[in-house]
């Protein structure tokens, strides 16, 4: 793992480092010809998706009562730590719930605001190479705390799906689950087939055709965002443990190939000695192949800063979907980072513990994303209506500026509709 001086980086490096890409671009064609297809097609489209993508034959595309099965089979080890992540999840996104209010701001004058689930929602839970039960904690509990009547869920086809994922998508209360995967899957959900209904939003991570389905489909179908690799930036002073620094990126790197991860410190011999553990940890870890491609890309590295403010602005301007602080005045740290998914303050706090069973989602914006959105949030899935109520006198103060203003772009009925209550005085 390279490491670079910040005040050295060239126009190409910075660009390779900030302008982070998900790849969806390369994935757009095939994806939107998934999507024209299931579309058109519907269950057939699925089911030779399923055989030509993940090499299964697929019998029913309706699992959901595969999800309780696997949940009474599931050994009360496993059952109780899925119910230990979900219980924490869930009171984190209970405290998120908004209240309705209404309030005389003055005389006659209330106005207010209430908050209401959408009605059908449709969440993608990863699968294939890997196993996700986590994000079929993240994904559908928040709906369900909203109050979302019917979440579906969509994950990718298996000659035997992964029980501990079936069992905790029936621990946080989908309400039907099909084992369709990939870009098809985004486009049942958007357009509804034979057999999976029709949601009005998207959510959840994926690959890069799951993303750039998303993409496709966002015109017809609300969407959370567009998401690509993992990503984490680790902000370091001399006070940190290279070791600690260095199994946060690999642990983020073992993600995939493409994962961008990043340490920032003002301390020259920290930053040698988080390159040397990168490489040592990455060669007792599984998925090494994987690690190293991910430690070697180009939005990768130790970045070594004159000073921490430099440091800081580094991992601002970087903008990473994780940000962990290791450093002895991480709350004062916290306070000049805006830019971030999900923050990790000190270093008993690793990024896997948000990843399973603190209780924050684990589903977050990439690519720079966290400069203008957040993660999957109880907000993701309640539109808020806004409600005002009149007297006659308080029309009355607003009368003249209304009407004022109605008139000055041209409008007059909108003047009028209000002239009309004062029309017999």
């Not at 709906?143 to 069992?167: I, M, Q, S």
């Not at 999976?196 to 998303?214: D, E, H, I, L, W």
């Not at 940890?281 to 180009?298: M, S, V």
Request: hydrophobic share 40%.
């Amino acid at each position: 793992m390279d490491v670079r001086d910040i005040a050295t980086l060239g126009p190409d490096e910075r660009r390779a480092i900030f302008e982070r890409d998900s790849g969806v671009g390369d994935a757009s064609e095939v994806a939107a010809e998934v999507v024209g297809r299931v579309r058109s097609e519907g269950d057939v489209a699925l089911r030779d998706y399923a055989r030509e993508f993940d090499d299964v034959e697929v019998g029913n595309l309706d699992v959901t009562d595969a999800a309780e099965r696997a949940y009474e089979e599931l050994d009360d080890e496993m059952r109780e730590h899925v119910e230990h992540a979900a219980t924490n999840v869930r009171a984190f996104h209970e405290a998120q719930l908004p209240e309705d209010w209404r309030e005389e701001f003055s005389p006659g004058r209330e106005l207010g605001r209430r908050f209401r689930p959408i009605e059908r929602v449709g969440a993608y839970v990863p699968g294939g190479a890997a196993a996700y039960p986590s994000s079929a904690l993240m994904t559908v509990l928040p709906a369900k705390v909203a109050g979302v009547p019917h979440v579906a869920v969509c994950t990718p086809p298996a000659e035997e799906l992964n029980p501990v994922t079936l069992a905790a998508l029936h621990v946080a209360g989908a309400d039907a689950v099909y084992q369709v995967g990939g870009a098809q899957a985004v486009a049942a959900l958007a357009y509804g087939t034979e057999t999976v209904s029709a949601v009005k939003k998207v959510v959840g991570p994926g690959n890069r055709f799951v993303t750039a389905a998303k993409a496709a489909v966002r015109g017809d179908v609300a969407i959370d965002f567009l998401a690509g690799p993992s990503e984490v930036a680790v902000l370091a002073d001399s006070s940190a443990d290279a070791d600690l620094v260095a199994a946060e990126l690999v642990a983020q790197a073992e993600h995939d190939p493409n994962a961008s991860v990043v340490a920032a410190t003002d301390d020259a011999a920290l930053a040698e000695a988080i390159a040397e553990a990168c490489d040592r940890q990455a060669g007792e870890r599984e998925r090494e192949e994987t690690i190293r491609e991910a430690l070697e890309g180009d939005a990768s590295g130790v970045f070594r800063g004159r000073s921490m403010p430099e440091a800081v602005l580094f991992v601002e301007e970087y903008a990473a979907e994780h940000v962990a602080i290791h450093a002895e005045n991480d709350e004062e740290l916290l306070d000049r980072i805006t830019n971030a998914g999900s923050v990790f303050l000190g270093p008993e706090t690793p990024v896997a513990a948000g990843d399973y069973a603190s209780g924050t989602n684990h589903v977050l914006p990439t690519n720079g994303g966290p400069r203008v959105t957040g993660g999957l949030s109880v907000d993701t899935f309640v539109r808020s209506t806004t409600v005002q109520r009149l007297s006659h006198e308080a029309l009355g103060d607003l009368r003249e500026t209304v009407t004022a203003l109605a008139r000055a772009e041209g409008l007059e009925a909108h003047a009028e509709s209000v002239e009309k209550r004062f029309s017999g005085e």
